[in-house]
């Protein structure tokens, strides 16, 4: 079976320009408090150069935090770590009984009883749509039982003040 491996890290020049963005950014806000404080400037400069200040923050806890998400699919499992709240979590294949595909996310039932859920409502649509294809085809290939639940259509309901 053919990995499927998703990294969304900024590769290296990319992380090199935030790091620098952001040092910028707090070096112009500190800077600016600090001229601030000196020439006792009013609470419009106050808040922007804190504003610089928090925003160079940013840039740096965005860059320790988008690169740590990535998904992979292989002969034995998924490996993902899609959100920067949890850690790194393996789904062994042969562990899992039972496979339900959703739109935005995949149940994968054990045969220990504790269900795995894969949430992908912070990922592209093109990426979704990929991952749960290999999921699919994976369970076809092992013979492991797969739902795929869709958005059911309903009927309008039919307003009895209207009707003629």
Known sequence: ????????????????????????????????????????????????????FISGILFLVEIILRRSKYIIIDDEGIEEKLSAHSGVRRIYWKDVKKVEINILQVFLHSKSGKDNIIHFSNLPYRDVKTIKLKIFSFCLQERIPCSIKSIKKEEPRKDKRYSS
Do not use: P
């Open 1 to 52: 079976m053919h990995v499927l491996k998703i990294d969304y890290s900024k590769n290296k020049k990319q992380q090199v320009k935030s790091i620098l963005l952001g040092a910028i950014h707090i070096a112009i806000g500190l800077a600016a408090l600090y001229f601030c404080r000196v020439e006792q400037a009013g609470i419009f400069f106050w808040c922007i150069s804190g504003l610089y």
